[in-house]
């Protein structure tokens, strides 16, 4: 959605928003313009900000930069922009159809809401929304792990984590790009595929679990 973001990128989101389409708004109406949407029952909704796990998500830009393959050395590495997440790849994301979508103003009034919005696709959102509504752990990390009877007291209280915490940050390539139309090649692709996937696992790697239960008995116990 910027120019900032030109095809071959990897882009690094700190925070998302979601757009819906609003099944209660009149779609059979013959005509909609920008006022619409501050009405209460727009043809479009869009959220508030969810924001990211700042601390994996600064390691995985790092591990973006340390991973950087040949062939993408002038390719950039943003984190500091706004992701928008659509519950449709065409209506939602302000594709014109056949079909009576009055989604003409879509994409204005997303850039005109929220400052910082970047990209546009369809599942960040919801991934940042799950983690940030997880039940949070008893204190913040590292915490000591439960004994067995504070273990057992949990074990059956729905509303304690006591298993830990769920942390969410995501990584995004840029294969097509909305103000210069341009798209990306089959083998840049496959070059940013696995500069992408080792970043997400180096900084997996680097990142400091501490765990809330002891691996005895679990599924990470050695053999």
């Known amino acids: ?39 209460s029952n727009p043809p479009y909704r869009i959220s508030g900000l969810v924001d990211g796990h700042e601390p994996l998500h600064q390691q995985l830009k790092e591990a973006a930069e340390a991973t950087r393959p040949d062939g993408a050395q002038d390719a950039p590495v943003k984190a500091d922009f706004i992701n928008a997440s659509a519950d449709s ?32 696709e369809m599942e960040t959102h919801h991934l940042f929304h799950l983690a940030a509504v997880y039940p949070k752990p008893p204190s913040k990390l590292p915490w000591a792990p439960e004994t067995e009877t504070e ?22 390539m840029i294969f097509a790009q909305r103000q210069s139309r341009d798209f990306i090649t089959p083998e840049e692709v496959v070059l940013r595929e696995n500069w992408a996937g080792r970043a997400c696992l180096e900084a997996l790697v680097n990142f400091d679990i501490k765990s809330a239960q002891s691996d005895e008995g679990s599924v990470w116990a050695k053999l």
């Open 89 to 120: 790849f065409y209506s939602s994301q302000g594709r014109q159809t056949s079909f009576p979508d009055h989604n003409e103003g879509l994409i204005s009034e997303l850039l005109e809401r929220v400052p910082g919005v970047a990209t546009l």
């Open 151 to 172: 273990h057992k007291a949990h074990a059956t209280d729905p509303t304690r984590a006591s298993r830990g915490a769920i942390y969410a940050t995501a990584v995004q």
């Open 1 to 39: 959605l910027v120019p900032e973001l030109p095809v071959g990128s990897l882009f690094l989101p700190k925070a998302c928003v979601g757009i819906t389409r609003n099944y209660d708004y009149d779609f059979t109406a013959t005509t909609s313009d920008s006022s619409a949407y501050q009405s």
